[in-house]
C-alpha cells in the first residue's frame, strides 16, 4: 500500500465548518472509537474558490476552471464500539474516498482522524508516518472491499490470505496460524476443505467470505466496508448480508459501511451520513433517514429505494 498520509500547507485557510459553510449538525456519541472532523479530499490542484463553488448547491464535485474532483470535503462523524455507521449516496458521490481516507489507501487532503485504539485518540492517524499507518491495518483497522483483488491475494490459498495478517502480527507456529486460520473460515461458513484452494477458484460469494475471514483475523475494533455484497447475485449478496449482520451482533466492533443500497444500510446500520457531491447532507439515524428523510436528496434517494 503506498500510503502517504498529508495535511497541506495553508489548509487552515480553507473553508471548514467554522467558516460557516452549509453543513448539518454532526451527531457525537459518547467514547468514540473513530473520531472523524472535517476530512477532505481534492483529486487535483485547488483554490479556496473549488470548495466554495462546487458540492450539493452547485450540482457537481468538480472545480470547471482547474478540473479538480472535489470529492470529499467537511466530512464529520463518530463511530462508538458496536455500532455501524453508514456512508449513503449515489455514484461518485465520495462514500468510498472517506473510507479509503480513513483506512489510509489514499492520502487525506485535509482533516482530523482519531482511534481510540491508537494511543487513546491523543494523534490525529492522516499524520502519521507510511510504516505506522501501515501497521494499524494489521490488527486495529481492517477493510473489506467489494472487489475482492483489493483485499485478498487471488493467487494465494484461502489459508494463506489469513495466514498473512497473523503472521504479521507476530503469530510463528504454524500449527496454531491454521488452527485460526479454520476457526475464522467456520465462522465465515467457508467449506474448511477448501481452505488450500487458491482464492481464484473461488465463487463471488466466497471470496467475500474469506476477505470478511482475514479482515476479523487479528480481532481489529474497527472494521471499514466498502460496498461488501454489490456485485454479488441477490441470494449470495443475501448470505454474505445475514453473515455480516451475525459476526457485528457477536463482535463489539466500530464499523462504516458504504453502500448505494438502503436494504444494505437498513439491514447493517443505526446511524448514517448521506453524501452528495462531495459533502455529506445529513446525519440521522437510520430508522428516521429511512422513514422522514429530511434533506431533498435523501428524500430522492429514500424514495427511489422504495420504488
Ligand atoms: N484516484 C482518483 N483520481 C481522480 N478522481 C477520483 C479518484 N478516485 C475517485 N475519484 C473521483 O472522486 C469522486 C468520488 O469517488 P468515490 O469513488 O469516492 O465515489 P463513490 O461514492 O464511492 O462512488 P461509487 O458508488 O461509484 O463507488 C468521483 O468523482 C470519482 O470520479
Ligand atoms: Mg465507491
Not at 22 to 40: F, M, S
Request: with cysteine; glycine share 8%.
Amino acid at each position: 500500500m503506498n500510503t502517504v498520509p498529508t495535511q497541506e500547507a495553508g489548509m487552515n485557510t480553507l473553508p471548514t465548518q467554522e467558516a460557516g459553510m452549509n453543513t448539518v449538525p454532526t451527531i457525537h456519541v459518547a467514547d468514540p472509537v473513530i473520531q472523524v472532523r472535517n476530512l477532505g479530499k481534492v483529486y487535483g490542484s485547488f483554490t479556496r474558490d473549488s470548495i466554495l463553488q462546487t458540492g450539493p448547491e452547485f450540482g457537481t464535485a468538480r472545480d470547471p476552471r482547474t478540473g479538480s474532483i472535489i470529492a470529499a470535503w467537511n466530512v464529520n462523524f463518530d463511530v462508538a464500539a458496536g455500532e455501524a455507521l453508514g456512508i449513503v449516496g449515489e455514484s461518485g458521490s465520495g462514500k468510498s474516498t472517506v473510507l479509503r481516507c480513513i483506512a489510509g489507501d489514499q492520502p487525506a487532503t485535509t482533516g482530523d482522524v482519531r482511534l481510540a485504539c491508537h494511543d487513546n485518540g491523543e494523534f490525529n492517524i492522516l499524520h502519521l508516518d507510511p510504516a505506522t499507518r501501515r501497521r494499524l491495518r494489521i490488527d486495529k483497522l481492517s477493510v473489506v472491499y467489494q472487489d475482492a483483488a483489493e483485499g485478498l491475494a487471488l493467487g494465494v490459498t484461502a489459508g494463506g490470505n489469513i495466514a498473512d495478517p497473523l503472521t504479521a502480527a507476530g503469530w510463528r507456529h504454524f500449527g496454531r496460524i491454521r488452527e485460526r486460520a479454520a476457526d475464522l473460515l467456520r465462522r465465515t461458513e467457508v467449506p474448511l476443505d477448501r481452505m488450500d484452494d487458491i482464492v481464484r477458484t473461488f465463487s463471488g460469494g466466497m471470496r467475500q467470505r474469506v476477505q470478511i475471514a482475514r479482515a476479523l483475523a487479528n480481532n481489529p475494533p474497527i472494521l471499514l466496508l466498502d460496498e461488501p455484497t454489490t456485485g454479488l447475485d441477490a441470494s449470495v449478496a443475501a448470505g454474505v448480508l445475514d453473515l455480516i449482520r451475525r459476526l457485528l451482533e457477536e463482535l463489539d466492533l466500530a464499523v462504516v459501511v458504504v453502500s448505494h443500497d438502503f436494504a444494505v444500510i437498513e439491514m447493517l446500520t443505526q446511524r448514517c451520513i448521506v453524501m452528495q457531491h462531495g459533502r455529506v447532507v445529513e446525519d440521522a439515524l437510520t430508522d428516521q433517514l429511512l422513514e422522514d428523510p429530511q434533506h431533498p436528496y435523501s428524500q430522492k434517494l429514500v424514495a427511489a429505494a422504495r420504488a
